[in-house]
């Protein structure tokens, strides 16, 4: 089940955390992943790890929020079968403390960077009679987040684009959803906590980890195995769908 054997996989922001583990649980599935990050060295990283596993993938430094370097990443790339919009950054901030600067680069990261893979991507599917899109949005486009105005700004905007893109090209054969991880253990994790909160390190993973109503962060693997499910022609009869993956946090954190 869930083979992608013969599929040609983007993955964008692959260099690490979530998009890494995609990129990696693709590949053994059959995939022939093309490892998208901004970090060439990361990207590099990745896709030695596939192949010394048996995988095919290769790897493309690309900054995301630039229309022509993705155009022309999609251009070497040629056929596409699917692609897993995961190129993400964060910020630390409510609306009147978030400076104009922070909020243009998370707009440009999260929501142009998407906006930027699916007008280029889109196409490519049509062409071929269809494909699958995941997008990697967040429990912070569906309920309220302190601190987080930006990014979960740019992640509604994700959510909203998934069901546009779901319903535009129903016809196309072109399938879209989404996924919305809480809280998700990961070197950028680990960063974060570090640069927000210095000297607090220990004492703030515990409250984000006790945070979700299953007592922890998730796992990149279980993150990955979700996505694999949906871009799998297992999935055929869905699109236009979110799901959250956030242990309880939703429904369950009364």
Do not use: W
């Not at 054997?5 to 998009?19: M, P």
């Not at 596993?53 to 229309?67: E, H, I, L, N, R």
């Amino acid at each position: 089940m869930f083979s992608l054997k013969n599929k040609t996989a983007v993955v964008t922001g692959a260099g690490s955390g979530i998009g890494k583990a995609i990129a990696q649980l693709f590949a053994q599935q059959g995939a022939r992943v093309q490892v998208v990050d901004l970090n060439d060295s990361n990207a590099q990283q990745c896709v030695h790890e596939i192949t010394a596993a048996g995988g095919k993938a290769a790897a493309f430094a690309c900054d995301v929020s630039s229309q022509g370097e993705v155009k022309d990443m999609i251009s070497a790339i040629g056929s596409i079968q699917i692609l897993v919009n995961c190129a993400g950054i964060a910020h630390v901030g409510k609306a009147d403390t978030t400076a104009e600067e922070d909020f243009t680069r998370v707009f440009n990261v999260n929501v142009k960077g998407t906006y930027n893979c699916l007008h280029e991507t889109i196409p490519v599917m049509k062409s071929a009679g269809g494909g699958v899109i995941l997008n990697v949005a967040s429990i912070a486009a569906l309920v309220g987040i302190p601190d987080r105005f930006a990014y979960s700004m740019s992640k509604g905007a994700v959510f909203a684009m998934t069901l546009s893109v779901a319903k535009d090209y129903l016809q196309d054969g072109i399938r879209c959803n989404s996924i919305s991880p809480a809280r998700v253990h990961t070197p950028f994790v680990d960063g974060f906590i570090a640069k927000n909160y210095p000297g607090k390190e220990k004492e703030m993973f515990e409250k984000l980890s006790k945070s979700q109503p299953i007592g922890r962060m998730g796992t990149v693997e279980e993150i990955a195995q979700l996505a694999l499910y949906l871009c799998s022609d297992a999935a055929g009869f869905i699109t236009g769908n979110d799901y959250p993956i956030d242990g309880g946090f939703i429904k369950l954190n009364n």
